[in-house]
């Protein structure tokens, strides 16, 4: 170990507070925090010179590989200019150009205006109080209750939070938050009283596939259900593609494989690339319309931050939709997600330790089972957790759901990159359990 690698995993330990992270662990003696340096493309280069391959894409945010000349140059350009204004009073050159290029990526009269701010929970509780404030402006306040699935995860900011169905996540403060009615699949909501319907303001889900819930999928046409569920009876539906959007699934967003418009899109994660914190909530002309009136009636939107439509952010994401355009993104990674598919169906034949896979698009979820019986295995001792360290040794960084291993390479990775990520992770469970 270097001295500068050593002094840092010192202050480390001293002062950060980690995310997710039980920090008695982290700062531990034995413990020795992997500390990232640099990244180009999809490999990353710790302060010690080791190359890893970002196999959760930096924690599903990155999206063209890191260090990508295209993007960079559109923050350097930015930077020489202004690095932040404010969005209150004032407007700025990249946020007007991102919002009609947003606003653009859909059918004309659908998601024609665009709410910024800075990330995936925040643009949540952003769909989530226009749509409170919405149904008070139009004189449907008895429409207060909102509809949210299990396992699913919507951000950690109180709101946001109180629509997740992780007990982790949530149980902590399940007496905060919105009206909530949680229902388990298509068959649950459909089944709702014709009273609780007319009482529901917001479904809200992730589309396709969950990814706290450990990359688990919903059954094909179930969007478009909902969907129509929603126009039927006057609801509105939000749609979370803070992970899904920017061509994880294969599609620009996963609301295009059902051909479903939603009244709220949300994005974050791959917005920017991967590159700095941004958030985006998309909606309609008419949620957008019922706020307009006299300065005396009250009717704005009162919600902001002090970064929202940050330059230097919507400079970046710019640069991600320009990198989409001229290098054909959506087309190129469709034969490695075949391939992706292969890799991970090979794998889980020829290994004991894996169970079922799951995957949509360049996102998979691979559980492990015990290898003696079958069954799952007991959360409690990290399997997956020490599973993914492991995998570090053979050129792999990516973290688990629990025991469930999650793969999320970015969009340029090549085959045999995604290739060497699944056999990473296979003769790491075999390293480990034998």
């Known amino acids: 170990m270097d001295e500068r690698t050593e002094q840092l995993r010192h202050l480390d330990k001293a002062h950060f507070w980690h995310p997710f992270t039980q920090m008695r662990d982290w700062g531990a003696s034995d413990s020795d925090p992997l500390i990232i340096e640099s990244g180009r493309g999809a490999i990353l280069t710790d302060t010690e010179g080791n190359e890893y391959f970002d196999g959760n894409s930096s924690i599903w945010t990155n999206v063209h590989g890191h260090c990508h000349p295209t993007i960079n140059a559109a923050i350097r350009n930015q930077l020489e200019k202004v690095a932040h204004c404010s969005a209150l009073g004032f407007s700025n050159e990249p946020a007007i150009l991102l919002a009609e290029k947003l606003s653009g990526l859909f059918p004309d009269d659908t998601l024609e205006h665009v709410f910024f701010s800075d990330d995936g929970s925040t643009a949540i509780e952003c769909a989530c ?56 699949d298509l068959e649950a909501l459909e089944a709702l009283s014709e009273e609780a319907a007319r009482s529901t303001n917001v479904v809200i889900i992730e589309p396709l596939i969950q990814g706290a819930a450990g990359m688990q999928t919903w059954p094909e046409g179930m969007l478009r259900a909902i969907r129509d ?60 319309d019922a706020f307009l009136g ?26 991600s939709l320009q990198v989409f355009e001229e290098e054909s993104v959506l087309d190129s990674i469709q034969p490695r997600i075949r391939y992706f598919r292969e890799a991970l169906n090979a794998v889980v034949e020829s290994s004991p330790h894996f169970g079922r896979v799951r995957q949509v698009g360049l996102a998979a979820g691979i559980d492990l089972i015990d290898a003696a019986t079958g069954g799952e295995l007991d959360w409690r001792k990290e399997t997956g957790a ?10 792999l ?21 995604i290739g060497g990520a699944v056999s990473g992770l296979k003769q790491a469970a075999e390293d480990l359990l034998g």
């Open 129 to 184: 109080k226009m749509a409170v404030q919405y149904r008070q402006l139009t004189g449907e306040e008895s429409r207060t209750g909102f509809v949210a699935f299990g396992g699913a995860y919507h951000g950690d900011t109180m709101g946001a939070a109180s629509l997740g169905g992780i007990g982790v996540f949530t149980d902590r403060f399940a007496s905060k938050g919105y009206p909530l009615q949680r229902v388990e």
């Open 294 to 319: 006299k300065y005396d009636e009250l009717k704005a939107f009162f919600y902001g931050h002090s970064y929202c439509a940050n330059p230097l952010g919507c400079a970046a994401a710019l640069g």
């Open 229 to 288: 569920w929603c126009d039927e009876n006057g609801a509105f539906l939000i749609l979370d593609e803070v992970m899904t959007g920017f061509g994880r699934t294969g599609k620009m967003f996963a609301c295009e494989h059902e051909g479903v418009i939603p009244d709220f899109l949300c994005l974050a994660k791959g917005l920017t690339g991967g590159y700095l914190p941004l958030a985006a909530t998309l909606t309609t002309r008419q949620v957008f």
């Open 397 to 417: 960084l990516t973290r688990p759901v629990r025991d469930t291993l999650t793969l999320m390479p970015p969009l340029c990775s090549t085959e045999d990159q």
């Open 386 to 395: 020490r599973v993914c360290r492991e995998a570090r040794k053979h050129g």
